[in-house]
C-alpha cells in the first residue's frame, strides 16, 4: 500500500536499553523528519534528511541518532533511553514542492 | 515569544456554527500548511498554501503574506470535525515550524 508506515505503534522500553522507531515510505519523496509531540510544545523536529545519506539534526537532536541508507527509510534510534524522551514521534515525509505526510505515530513509554 | 502562534488554543462550537482559528508567524516562508489531528491518531495534511486562498468541502485556508497571518475556516461544523488543528510554517530554509495546535470540539 502506497503511503507512510511507522513502527512499532506503541512500545514500552526501560531506561538505559537501545530503541529502534522505523519509518518507511513508498512515494521516493525526498525529504523525511522526526518529530516529536509533547504536551504544550507541539510537534518538535528531532532530525531530517534530505536525501539518502544526507541527515542533519533539527531542534532536539541529543540522544537520538538516524540513518537514511535507502530514500524509503528513515531509522531513529534512541541510544539510552531516558524518561525525558517518553514521547509521541511522528515521522513524516514530502517532496521537493509537495505538501508533507505524516505517519501514524508511535508512542513510546520509557519506565 | 513562539514564532508561529495560533488562536484560540481551546474552541468549542454548536453544531452548525461557523469556526475561525488563526495562525500568526514571524518567520519568512514559503508556504504554510495546516494540518488535522484527531485524539489517538495521526496528522492529515489538510491545505499547504504561499498565497490566497484554498477550499477543500467545507474547509477554507486563506493567507495574508504581508500580515504573516493564516486563517482555517470551517463552515456548518459538524462534531466529526472535532479535532486538533496545527498550522505549521514551512520556513526559507525548508523547515516546519508548527504551532501548538488549536482543541476544538464540536457539539451537537
Known amino acids: 500500500d502506497a503511503g507512510i508506515t511507522q513502527s512499532p505503534r506503541y512500545k514500552i522500553t526501560e531506561t538505559g536499553r537501545q530503541v529502534t522507531l522505523m519509518c518507511h515510505q513508498t512515494w521516493s519523496h525526498s525529504y523525511m523528519f522526526w518529530y516529536r509531540q509533547d504536551l504544550g510544545h507541539g510537534l518538535r523536529l528531532i532530525y531530517y534528511s534530505a536525501a539518502a545519506d544526507i541527515t542533519d539534526k533539527g531542534e532536539v537532536p541529543d540522544g537520538y541518532v538516524v540513518s537514511r541508507s535507502k530514500t524509503e527509510n528513515f531509522p531513529l534510534t534512541l541510544e539510552s533511553a531516558t524518561r525525558s524522551q517518553t514521547s509521541v514521534y511522528f515521522c513524516?515525509?514530502?517532496?521537493?514542492?509537495?505538501?508533507?505526510?505524516f505517519g501514524q505515530g508511535t508512542r513510546l513509554t520509557v519506565v | 515569544k513562539n514564532e508561529v502562534e495560533q488562536s484560540p488554543q481551546n474552541l468549542t462550537a454548536q453544531e452548525g456554527e461557523f469556526i475561525t482559528i488563526n495562525c500568526s508567524y514571524s518567520v519568512g516562508i514559503s508556504a504554510l500548511h495546516w494540518l488535522q489531528q484527531h485524539p489517538g491518531g495521526g496528522i492529515v495534511s489538510l491545505f499547504m498554501l504561499s498565497s490566497g486562498k484554498k477550499k477543500h468541502g467545507r474547509l477554507i485556508a486563506t493567507i495574508n503574506i504581508q500580515e504573516k497571518h493564516s486563517s482555517l475556516h470551517i463552515t456548518a461544523s459538524h462534531p466529526r470535525d472535532s479535532a486538533v488543528y496545527i498550522c505549521a510554517a514551512r520556513t526559507n530554509t525548508d523547515k516546519l515550524i508548527f504551532g501548538t495546535g488549536t482543541r476544538l470540539q464540536v457539539f451537537p
Open positions: 513524516a515525509s514530502r517532496g521537493v514542492r509537495t505538501e508533507a505526510f
